[in-house]
C-alpha cells in the first residue's frame, strides 16, 4: 500500500486539477460502469483519461461526449490490442464479442500484454492516480513505480467481495462431504450458506489451470496491496458489508453508486451501452411499454456474455409462456446463428403465439430506460452487479438466474439480505454457458415476483432501497460524499 507519495507527486501545485487514469478491463459490464466512474470524478472538477482499446473506443465516445459538452474534461487514450500475439482475429478486443468459450480463456492472456502500454502512457501522461480493473494485478506495482497510487475498481458489491474473502481464508467447502452440501460462510454477517457447487471452479480447485483461474489468484493477491477499493454500491444498500469490509477486513473503500444513476437524461440513458449514435438506436420498445398496465411486464436479459444452448431457451420461451405474464426479452442471438435462418431456440409458433403479450429484442436493449418504465413489474437477470445495481437503482425486483463469476454471492444479497428477488432455482456455477433450468421452475419464479402479497412486498422493498439509492447520489448523501473525500485525499497525497 502506498502511503508517502514521491517528490513528483510532492511537486504539483494543490490548485492544479486531480488527473484521474481509468483503465477497465475490455468486457462490456466492466467498461460501462468505469465509464460512469469517469464521468463523477469529471463532474467533479477532475481531469479524466479513460484508457481503452481502437474497436473499444466508439463505445466510450458515444458514452462521453454528453459530459465533454457540459464542458468535463474527459479525454481518451488508445492503446494497442495485441491481437496476433494471443492469436484472436484483428478486432476481436472485447470479452463479450468473443463466443467458443476456448477463445474467451485465449482473450484472457492479453491481460500480462497490456502493461507496457500502460506504463508508457504513465510516463508521458504524468496522472496523479491510476484506477485499474481488479483484473490488471501489475497495476500495483506499475502505479507504485511512477509515484502514485492505484485505486482498484473490482465491478461487483461488497458483500461479494466479503464473501470471496472470507471462504479463501478460512476454507469451508473443504470441510463438507459433496458438492452440494451447504456450509455457512464463517466471519461474514447474515449466517449465509452456500454450496461447493455455487463457487466458482478457481477458488474451490487448487490444481485449476485455467487462465481465468491464473488471473483470479494474482488479482487477490494484489488487491490486498492497493492503496484502496472503489465499489459501485451504496452504504445504505449493504451496510453490514461495507462496516466489515472496512473495519474487519481493514480494506479502504469508497462507495460511488449505483454509479449509473450519473446517466440523467433520457437521450445519454438510451445511447449507454450501444456503440452506434442514439439516432439510430431502436427505441420501439419503449413505446410498446407505454401502451402496458404498470408493473404488468417482466423484462428479461442475461447480460452481453452468457451463452445459453438452443435447449434452455427453449425452456424459458415456454417458462415465460405458461406464466401468462407479459414480457420484453432480450437475446443475445441473430437470426443467421441458425441453419438457414430458422430460430430453432424457439419453439414452434412461440412469436406468434405470444405477439401481444410479448417483445424479443437481440442483442442490446436500452436498458435503463426499460427498467425505469412504470410498466416494468421485474427483471430475470443473470445476476451480474451492473445489472443488479440498475434494477435496485429503478426499483425494480428480480427473478435471479447466476451463471458464473460471482453471481452467486449477488444472488445471495438479492434474496435473502435485501429480499427483493426470487431464485430461479439455479444451483451450479458455470465457466460461460448457463446450468439447466426447466421451464416449470422458470413459469413458478416468474409468477411469485409479478403476481400475488409477496410479489407486492418485494416490489415495496424494492422502491425503497430505489429511493435510498437517489439519495446516495444527491449532495450530502453517502456516496456523494464518499467521492468527495476521496478527491480531498487524493489531493492531499499531491499537495
Known amino acids: 500500500m502506498i502511503h508517502n507519495c514521491s517528490n513528483r507527486m510532492c511537486s504539483h501545485s494543490r490548485e492544479l486539477p486531480l488527473h484521474v487514469a481509468l483503465f477497465p478491463f475490455m468486457s462490456h459490464s466492466h467498461m460501462m460502469a468505469t465509464i460512469d466512474i469517469a464521468k463523477l470524478f469529471a463532474s467533479r472538477g477532475s481531469k479524466v483519461t479513460l484508457i481503452t482499446t481502437s474497436s473499444n473506443s466508439p463505445l ?19 492503446i494497442e490490442f ?44 504524468r496522472p496523479n492516480v491510476l484506477v485499474a480493473d481488479t483484473c490488471f494485478p501489475w497495476a500495483n506495482n506499475l502505479a507504485a513505480k511512477h509515484g502514485i497510487p492505484r485505486l482498484l475498481f473490482h465491478g461487483t458489491c461488497t458483500f461479494a467481495i466479503c464473501a470471496s474473502l472470507c471462504i479463501n481464508s478460512f476454507t469451508p467447502h473443504k470441510k463438507v462431504s459433496s458438492e452440494s452440501e451447504s456450509f455457512v460462510t464463517p466471519s461474514l454477517p447474515g449466517n449465509i450458506e452456500l454450496s461447493r457447487n455455487q463457487l466458482p471452479s478457481f477458488m474451490k480447485l487448487e490444481d485449476d489451470e485455467t487462465e481465468i483461474a491464473r488471473v483470479f489468484r494474482a488479482s487477490a493477491d494484489s488487491d490486498s496491496k492497493c ?30 453508486g449505483p454509479v449509473s444513476l450519473c446517466n440523467g437524461d433520457s437521450e445519454v440513458k438510451a445511447n449507454r451501452g450501444s456503440r452506434v449514435s442514439a439516432s439510430d438506436i431502436n427505441l420501439e420498445c419503449l413505446q410498446w411499454l407505454d401502451h402496458k398496465e404498470t408493473h404488468s411486464v417482466i423484462y428479461i436479459c442475461f447480460g ?18 405458461a406464466s401468462g405474464v407479459e414480457f420484453i426479452w432480450v437475446i443475445n442471438k441473430n437470426k443467421e446463428d441458425d441453419d438457414a435462418g430458422k430460430e430453432q431456440w424457439l419453439p414452434e409458433g412461440f412469436e406468434n403465439r405470444t405477439k401481444e403479450k410479448g417483445l424479443i429484442l437481440r442483442n442490446w436493449a436500452p436498458q435503463l430506460l426499460i427498467l425505469d418504465h412504470k410498466a416494468v413489474g421485474a427483471f430475470v437477470t443473470h445476476c451480474g452487479w451492473n445489472s443488479v445495481m440498475e434494477a435496485v437503482a429503478a426499483g425494480v425486483p428480480m427473478v435471479t438466474w447466476p451463471v458464473g463469476a460471482e453471481q452467486f454471492f449477488n444472488e445471495k444479497l438479492v434474496t435473502q439480505v435485501l429480499k427483493i428477488g426470487v431464485g430461479v432455482g439455479v444451483q451450479k456455477w458455470v465457466r460461460w454457458v448457463g446450468d439447466s433450468v426447466k421451464h416449470e421452475a422458470i413459469e413458478r419464479a416468474v409468477r411469485k415476483v409479478m403476481v400475488g402479497e409477496e410479489a407486492t412486498e418485494m416490489r415495496i422493498r424494492a422502491g425503497g432501497f430505489a429511493e435510498k439509492a437517489r439519495e446516495a447520489v444527491a449532495e450530502g448523501g453517502s456516496s456523494h460524499s464518499d467521492l468527495s473525500s476521496l478527491i480531498e485525499e487524493l489531493l492531499s497525497l499531491n499537495s
Not at 91 to 104: A, Y
Not at 228 to 237: D, T
Open 82 to 125: 495485441p491481437s496476433s500475439e494471443i492469436g484472436l482475429p484483428e478486432g476481436c478486443e472485447t470479452l463479450n464479442f468473443v463466443k467458443p468459450p476456448e477463445l474467451k480463456e485465449r482473450f484472457l492472456k492479453v491481460i500480462p500484454l497490456l502493461e507496457k502500454p500502460i506504463d508508457e502512457f504513465l510516463q508521458k501522461h
Open 304 to 321: 452481453s456474455t452468457t451463452t445459453f444452448t438452443n435447449e434452455q431457451l427453449k425452456e424459458v420461451a415456454l417458462g415465460l409462456e
Open 227 to 256: 492503496y484502496g477499493v472503489i465499489v459501485n454500491s451504496f452504504y445504505e444498500l449493504e451496510p453490514a458489508y461495507s462496516d466489515f469490509y472496512r473495519n474487519v477486513l481493514g480494506r479502504k473503500t469508497w462507495n460511488m
Open 60 to 78: 466510450f465516445y458515444k458514452s462521453i461526449y454528453k459530459s465533454q459538452e457540459k464542458g468535463h474534461r474527459i479525454a481518451l487514450h488508445i
